[in-house]
């Protein structure tokens, strides 16, 4: 494995690997995440009134599926982005830019990726057949007009994922472990973790966790062939993309795609549709290693 642009991308975190220091940092990220959502809450309550905030912010507490609920939970991975450059500044003394890595390479790696994956993916709708079983969810002019809002949402989210997941855990780890099976594996089984969804998906979560975990490997293998973040987010992006805005299950965020499932997170039907997804997990992380020549 061709891992040396890794290590330019971890040296700046050797000076703070202390283990402590990354289980204390995961945990106030946490807690910032959800403060600042409070906080906002509050601050909602305050200027709206209280029902109208609640409603307002019911798409980040519960599961639910309008557009304006869909668009406010992934905005509010913001607040994760402001809580992991605040742990990384103030409890490792490290630039919160360095999680990315060299900006110019992060831009190029996150284009190539996107380009690829985009391509890849239109190949793929025209090519496989399956569409007339879809379910019209947006009108079309509707959604178009959605996308100067749906797709900068989408980034900020895979971006804080990616910025917390990719940057500040496998950093900090590899800067401590040398072993890749430390610094890939234990994030890839807290990112698994918050997947991990029985109570919506059913006898489904195992499996989709499982995708996670995949995909977390995935991500993590590219950061450390190119040394930044710039194809992980790429990746994500692409994934989010087509999961949000084309082709969604019912449910949490589907208030922004165009088609939908004829099924649910939790249906039966959905477990053949797991291993579709995996095996095309697998074939993107190839087109993108192959599109950034990695």
Request: with cysteine; charged share 10%.
């Amino acid at each position: 494995m061709r891992y040396a642009p890794h290590d330019g991308l971890v040296a700046p975190a050797r000076a703070s690997r202390a283990l402590w220091r990354v289980v204390l940092g995961y945990a106030l990220i946490s807690a910032a995440h959800l403060g600042l959502i409070y906080a906002s809450l509050a601050l909602a309550v305050l200027v709206m009134g209280e029902a109208a905030a609640v409603s307002a912010f019911d798409g980040i507490f519960r599961s639910t599926v309008t557009t304006r609920e869909s668009l406010l939970l992934l905005y509010s991975f913001a607040f994760s982005i402001v809580g992991t450059v605040a742990v990384t500044h103030q409890l490792h003394r490290r630039a919160a830019l360095g999680l990315i890595g060299p900006l110019p390479r992060a831009l190029r790696d996150f284009a190539l990726t996107v380009r690829a994956l985009a391509l890849l993916y239109a190949a793929l709708w025209v090519a496989l057949p399956g569409g007339d079983a879809l379910l019209p969810n947006l009108e079309p002019r509707r959604w178009l007009g959605l996308l100067p809002l749906a797709l900068p949402a989408i980034l900020v989210q895979t971006s804080a994922e990616e910025m917390l997941f990719r940057g500040y855990l496998q950093q900090q780890l590899a800067a401590r472990f040398a072993a890749p099976l430390v610094w890939m594996g234990l994030p890839a089984l807290v990112f698994a973790w918050g997947h991990y969804a029985p109570g919506e998906a059913g006898a489904n979560a195992l499996g989709m966790a499982l995708w996670a975990a995949a995909f977390s490997l995935c991500a993590a293998d590219l950061t450390a062939r190119t040394g930044s973040l710039g194809a992980a987010i790429g990746l994500h992006f692409a994934n989010n993309a087509l999961a949000i805005l084309i082709v969604s299950l019912p449910g949490p965020v589907s208030g922004l795609s165009l088609y939908l499932y004829p099924h649910d997170i939790a249906a039966a039907a959905l477990r053949p549709q797991l291993a579709v997804e995996l095996a095309m997990l697998g074939v993107s992380w190839l087109a993108a290693r192959v599109a950034l020549r990695v």
